[in-house]
T-cell receptor
Framework: DQQVKQNSPSLSVQEGRISILNCDYTNSMFDYFLWYKKYPAEGPTFLISISSIKDKNEDGRFTVFLNKSAKHLSLHIVPSQPGDSAVYFCAASGSSGTYKYIFGTGTRLKVLA | GAGVSQSPSNKVTEKGKDVELRCDPISGHTALYWYRQSLGQGLEFLIYFQGNSAPDKSGLPSDRFSAERTGGSVSTLTIQRTQQEDSAVYLC????????????FGPGTRLTVL
């Protein structure tokens, strides 16, 4: 039973446009969410996080939105750059103090030049 | 800079053999994690070490899996009597004490069990 779901395995976006990656979760006890980015042959790298007390967190070109009622979060990348092409994983945990993250299956983003 | 390193990068083994996977965390990081990613799946938590505390082994899928962390640094994940379903990428991560939110991952070991 996938508690964290990324239903789009892949996404292609034109350079300069907005990339929107989506993530849904089923466990209402999750209250901390993260996005990781992974390039081929490398480990995932932390990108951005959000606590359930917020509905938006922004860091440069990256913004994460959280809709608790819909149990949905999304990552917006604006403007998208070719270097953003990677696999993006969302992850959730029961509190910001726990190390047990539940990861989604990832979405492969391809930014076309 | 020195990140998390893992060895080997690739391992092919025959069903029934034992394998050892190694992880060198970032120097000074007290927390170390092992995950695996099977084909088409998300990262699956396996085990967590924090300093000298007893490890959290709750994610290990069977008693064929074990892990050690010697001297609070290097960790070895051992899989005994490997099965084909053990084929996956095994990822190690480390983080500074008390900061679970930013885990630094190694490149992983791709294990293939024939």
């Amino acid at each position: 039973d996938q508690q964290v779901k990324q239903n789009s395995p892949s996404l292609s976006v034109q350079e300069g446009r907005i990339s929107i990656l989506n993530c849904d979760y089923t466990n209402s006890m999750f209250d901390y969410f993260l996005w990781y980015k992974k390039y081929p042959a490398e480990g995932p790298t932390f990108l951005i996080s959000i606590s359930s007390i917020k509905d938006k967190n922004e860091d440069g070109r990256f913004t994460v939105f959280l809709n608790k009622s819909a149990k949905h979060l999304s990552l917006h990348i604006v403007p998208s750059q070719p270097g953003d092409s990677a696999v993006y994983f969302c992850a959730a945990s029961g509190s910001s103090g726990t190390y047990k993250y539940i990861f989604g299956t990832g979405t492969r983003l391809k930014v076309l030049a | 800079g020195a990140g998390v390193s893992q060895s080997p990068s690739n391992k092919v083994t025959e069903k029934g053999k034992d394998v050892e996977l190694r992880c060198d965390p970032i120097s000074g990081h007290t927390a170390l994690y092992w995950y695996r990613q099977s084909l088409g799946q998300g990262l699956e938590f396996l085990i967590y070490f924090q300093g000298n505390s007893a490890p959290d082994k709750s994610g290990l899928p069977s008693d064929r899996f074990s892990a050690e962390r010697t001297g609070g640094s290097v960790s070895t994940l051992t899989i005994q009597r490997t099965q084909q379903e053990d084929s996956a990428v095994y990822l190690c991560a480390s983080s500074p004490s008390g900061n679970y939110n930013e885990q630094f991952f190694g490149p992983g070991t791709r294990l293939t069990v024939l």
